[in-house]
C-alpha cells in the first residue's frame, strides 16, 4: 500500500497519510533520507503481521522519486545481495559462494562469508539511496560503524583473509559511485586508505512498481582520482540555524540587528580546516570573531552542511540562497566581498524544501558530473 509522507519523528520512525488517518510506520533506515522523505512524497508500506513484536502497525519499504521507488529497507538491501550472489548476477562476484550469512571476525561481524577461488572471502554491502543525475553517493549521514567494517575488513586482508564491499546502488540512472565525503569526511578518506587492500564495487539496481528486483543490474565506475582531488579538508559550508523567537541581536560592527522568529542559512568558506571551522561554528562558548558567531550564540539550534570542493563555491552558494530565501540580513557576512550578504531568512526549515534539497544537490553531487 501506498501512503503520503508527513513527517520523521525519530530516525526509525515515519509518520503518513493513509486513507485519511495519520499512522506511524516503522523506518528500517537510520540514514538522513533529506532528499527523499519531503513532504508528500508516496512511501511503499506493508502491514506488521500480528506476532511480528512491533508495536508500529506498519513498516516502510521504498520511497517514490521521479516516478520509481527507492528501497529504503536496509535488510532487504542484504537479501537482495544474496539473491544476486546465489544467482552469480553481481559483478565482480560471479563465481562466487555465500559460505554463511552474518560471519563474525574478531569484534565485527559481516554481511557475507564468501568462498572465492578456494579461499575464506569477507563481503560488507551498504545500501546507497542517495543519488543525484549520474552519481551516487554513501553514506548520507555519519557512520562510524562504517568506517570500522572498513578498517577491519584491512585488517584481516593484511592478515590473510580477503574481502570487500559492495555499495548497492538503488538508482536507474547513475553510472558513477563516490563515497559523500561532504557528510562523512572520515569514511570517505578511510574508503581511499583502505581501496588497494580490499575489493571495493559499486553495482546499480532498481526496481519495478511492485517492488520487484529490475533485470538491469550495472557495474559503476569509481573515479578515484577525482576523490581523492575533491575529499579534502577544504570548501565551503551552510549553516542552517534556528531563532525559535524573534529577538535583536548585538552583532559586532553590524550593531543591533532584529532577526524575526524563522531559519536563517549561512554561507561561508574554509580554504583549510574545514572541519575544525565547523566544529567552532557549532560550539557556543567561543571569542566572538566573524558575525555569524553572534547569530550561532543567540540561535535555537544549528546544523553544519558542508560542500567539499577543490573550487571556490561561496558566493555562488549565496546568491543561490538569495533566489530562495524569503528575506535576508544587508551586509551580514559579505565584509570582504561584493556580495550584499551571506545570510539569508525562511519561514519554514529549508531542509524540508525540495527547491533547497535541490540547490545542495546540484553544489554537492551535479556539479562533479563535468569532472566525469
Not at 114 to 127: I, N, Q, T
Not at 200 to 228: F, Q, T, Y
Not at 269 to 294: G, M, N
Amino acid at each position: 500500500m501506498r501512503a503520503g509522507f508527513i513527517g520523521r519523528p525519530n530516525r526509525f520512525v515515519v509518520l503518513c497519510g493513509l486513507g485519511g488517518k495519520t499512522v506511524e510506520a516503522y523506518l528500517p533506515n537510520p540514514g538522513r533520507l533529506w532528499e527523499l522523505l519531503l513532504p508528500g512524497r508516496l512511501l511503499y508500506l506493508v502491514k506488521n503481521p500480528p506476532g511480528s513484536g512491533k508495536s508500529i502497525p506498519y513498516t516502510a519499504l521504498a520511497v517514490e522519486r521521479e516516478g520509481r521507488p527507492i528501497l529504503l529497507h536496509t535488510h532487504l538491501a542484504n537479501d537482495v545481495a544474496a539473491s544476486l550472489l546465489a544467482a552469480g548476477r553481481l559483478p565482480g562476484f560471479e563465481q562466487d559462494r555465500v559460505i554463511r550469512r552474518e560471519a563474525a571476525a574478531g569484534s565485527s561481524r559481516y554481511d557475507f562469508l564468501l568462498a572465492r577461488g578456494g579461499r575464506d572471502f569477507f563481503l560488507e554491502v551498504k545500501s546507497c539511496t542517495l543519488f543525484d543525475g549520474r552519481i551516487a553517493m554513501f553514506p548520507d549521514a555519519v557512520t562510524q560503524r562504517g568506517r570500522k567494517h572498513l578498517e577491519q575488513l584491512a585488517v584481516h586482508a593484511r592478515q590473510g583473509t580477503p574481502g570487500g564491499v559492495v555499495f548497492l546502488v538503488h538508482s536507474p540512472q547513475a553510472d558513477t559511485f563516490m563515497p559523500d565525503f561532504h557528510t562523512d569526511f572520515t569514511f570517505s578518506r578511510t574508503l581511499l586508505d583502505v581501496k588497494d587492500d580490499l575489493l571495493v564495487k559499486a553495482v546499480g539496481v532498481e526496481w519495478g512498481e511492485d517492488l520487484s528486483l529490475g533485470p538491469r543490474i550495472r557495474n559503476l565506475d569509481i573515479p578515484w582520482g577525482l576523490i581523492e582531488r575533491e575529499a579534502r579538508d577544504e570548501g565551503a559550508y551552510l549553516l542552517v540555524l534556528e531563532m525559535a523567537r524573534s529577538r535583536r541581536v548585538d552583532v559586532g560592527g553590524l550593531g543591533g540587528i532584529a532577526f524575526r522568529k524563522g531559519y536563517y542559512v549561512y554561507a561561508g568558506s574554509a580554504r583549510t580546516a574545514l572541519e575544525k571551522r565547523l566544529e567552532r561554528h557549532l560550539r557556543r562558548r567561543k571569542r566572538f570573531h566573524w558575525h555569524i558567531d553572534f547569530l550561532r550564540d543567540a540561535a535555537d539550534t544549528c546544523t553544519a552542511l558542508p560542500v567539499r570542493a577543490s573550487e571556490d563555491l561561496e558566493h555562488d552558494l549565496a546568491e543561490s540562497l538569495g533566489k530562495l530565501a524569503e528575506w535576508s540580513i544587508p551586509r551580514f557576512g559579505a565584509s570582504d566581498c561584493r556580495c550584499a550578504t551571506h545570510l539569508f531568512g525562511f519561514n519554514t526549515n529549508p531542509t524540508r524544501d525540495p527547491k533547497f534539497i535541490e540547490m545542495l544537490l546540484r553544489f554537492r553531487i551535479r556539479r562533479l558530473e563535468s569532472s566525469l
